[in-house]
T-cell receptor, first 115, second 111 residues
């Protein structure tokens, strides 16, 4: 069964460093998303991406964050200068079409720890 | 998107049906009801969705009341692997592509 894969599974970084979280969406999917979940809290939407541009973003997704689909298969989330409060599980998701009568498939997540 | 209300936790014996309720009394005519679950700290997993009619797939059944103000997710024969947090999400499919997760129902399946 096709799945969304994320690497690494766990990343530890120092405050102020840049991190890139990587995702390989399901191959024929066209819509891509990043969500995050701070420990013990809700899953929160960050950004959606379609046709090589951001289609929607949340208030969390400020100038420190960026997304890219560099090569037609990977989908990346970059955090430019990490803060302690960026520590969370980051989930990538993809869908075949807009979420109209279809579902999003989530990866297993990257646990980001900022120290 | 309409607000949903779910019980914070439920228990179910293994092999029995798990019935997870969700209230969405402010739902409007073009809003779908989606169910996802999250096992431990894994990524959310899609279960089922519907608009008006009851739906069934290999994982579960979704029963939506006639007035659409509430719904019930039914896992017909719960197993220990169904222990998870279950999220009921109501969304307007056209206006946005984001899913807004609440706190969900923590289902504990016991032997």
């Amino acid at each position: 069964e096709p799945e969304v894969t994320q690497t690494p599974s766990h990343q530890v970084t120092q405050m102020g460093q840049e991190v890139i979280l990587r995702c390989v969406p399901i191959s024929n999917h066209l819509y891509f998303y990043w969500y995050r979940q701070i420990l013990g809290q809700k899953v929160e939407f960050l950004v959606s991406f379609y046709n090589n541009e951001i289609s929607e973003k949340s208030e969390i997704f400020d100038d420190q964050f960026s997304v890219e689909r560099p090569d037609g298969s990977n989908f990346t989330l970059k955090i430019r200068s990490t803060k302690l409060e960026d520590s969370a599980m980051y989930f990538c998701a993809s869908s075949l079409d807009r979420l109209i009568n279809t579902e999003a498939f989530f990866g297993q997540g990257t646990r980001l720890t900022v120290v | 998107d309409a607000k949903t209300t779910q019980p914070p936790s439920m228990d179910c014996a293994e092999g029995r049906a798990a019935n997870l309720p969700c209230n969405h009394s402010t739902i409007s005519g073009n809003e779908y009801v989606y169910w996802y679950r999250q096992i431990h700290s894994q990524g959310p997993q899609y279960i089922i969705h519907g608009l008006k009619n009851n739906e069934t797939n290999e994982m579960a059944s979704l029963i939506i009341t006639e007035d659409r103000k509430s719904s019930t997710l039914i896992l017909p024969h719960a197993t220990l692997r169904d222990t998870a947090v279950y999220y009921c999400i109501v969304r307007v499919a056209i206006a946005t592509d984001k899913l807004i997760f609440g706190t969900g129902t923590r289902l504990q399946v016991f032997p």
